[in-house]
């Protein structure tokens, strides 16, 4: 099964979206925030990244643009909600960046499953 790399500030989010996607055979790997996350993915390189946007240290944005740079072989899903102003806005960014897909919160867990399904089918179009 695929390894993916979940960079989230909101602890009781990220584990509890880190378990369901263990359950479902992932390997994953958590991080609290952009530069925590983007350390661990040069140590490790995952599959995927998901990734949210607004995070103390260093936000989604300067890690997609971060990992992108380096890595342009791998997917991205940048995820943005409440937190934000313009959590739209913030996702627009993203995707300029180098996100493969934009998930805005909250959204249902097969709708996160189906759209890492896309990217990872797709490699790194």
């Known amino acids: 099964m695929s390894s993916i790399l979940l960079i989230e500030d ?4 990220r584990g509890a979206l ?14 609290a ?4 996350g ?9 599959d995927l990244v998901l990734t949210d946007i607004v995070m103390p240290n260093k936000d989604g944005t300067a ?24 959590p739209a806005l913030y996702l627009k960014i993203a995707g300029a960046l180098g996100a493969n897909r934009t998930l805005k919160k909250p959204f249902s867990l097969p709708m996160l499953l189906a759209t890492m399904e896309e990217v990872l089918a797709a490699g790194s179009d």
Do not use: C, H, W
């Open 33 to 36: 925030d952009g530069a925590q």
């Open 63 to 86: 890690a997609v643009a971060d990992l992108r740079r380096d890595f342009p072989s791998f997917g991205i899903i940048a995820m943005s909600g409440g937190a934000a102003k313009n």
């Open 38 to 46: 983007v350390k661990l993915f040069y140590a490790e390189p995952t």
């Open 10 to 13: 909101d602890e009781l989010f």
């Open 18 to 31: 880190a378990d369901a996607l263990t359950e479902r055979g992932f390997t994953v790997t958590q991080a």
